[in-house]
C-alpha cells in the first residue's frame, strides 16, 4: 500500500516563501502522476499543480508563476515551491498520487499540511 507523507507546512508572513514535500512510500508501486490541491477554510479543494512522471507539469491559472511544482523520482518526493505568499493561500494543502501497484490502480491522498500566511 502506498503511503504519503507531507511535510513543510507552518506560519508565513505575507510575502514569504514556502517549500512543502510529498514522499511517497510503499512496495513496488509506479507514480504515473502527483498533484498537489489545497482547502481554505469553508472553501471547496481545488487543484494546485500537478506533474507527470516525465516532468510535464499542469498549474491552477490563478496560481502559475507564484507556485512551482517539482519532482525527484529518485526519492519518490514531489515539492511544491511557493513564493510571494499572500493571507489567501492560508489553506491545508494535499498531496496526491496516481499510479500503480501491479494491476491495482492507485489513487492516495496524504493527510495534508497547514500553511497559515498571516503577519
Known amino acids: 500500500q502506498v503511503r504519503l507523507v507531507e511535510s513543510g507546512g507552518g506560519l508565513v508572513q505575507p510575502g514569504g516563501s514556502l517549500t512543502l514535500s510529498c514522499e511517497a512510500s510503499?512496495?513496488?508501486?509506479?507514480?504515473?502522476?502527483m498533484n498537489w490541491y489545497r482547502q481554505a477554510p469553508g472553501k471547496q479543494r481545488e487543484m494546485v499543480a500537478s506533474i507527470t512522471n516525465d516532468g510535464e507539469t499542469d498549474y491552477n491559472a490563478s496560481l502559475k508563476g507564484r507556485f512551482t511544482i517539482s519532482r525527484d523520482n529518485t526519492r519518490n518526493t514531489v515539492y511544491l515551491h511557493m513564493v510571494s505568499l499572500v493571507p489567501e493561500d492560508t489553506a491545508v494543502y494535499y498531496c496526491?498520487?496516481?499510479?500503480?501497484?501491479?494491476?491495482?490502480?492507485?489513487?492516495?491522498w496524504g493527510t495534508g499540511t497547514l500553511v497559515t500566511v498571516s503577519s
Open positions: 496526491n498520487l496516481m499510479g500503480a501497484t501491479g494491476p491495482v490502480v492507485e489513487d492516495v
Open positions: 510503499g512496495r513496488n508501486f509506479s507514480i504515473t502522476l
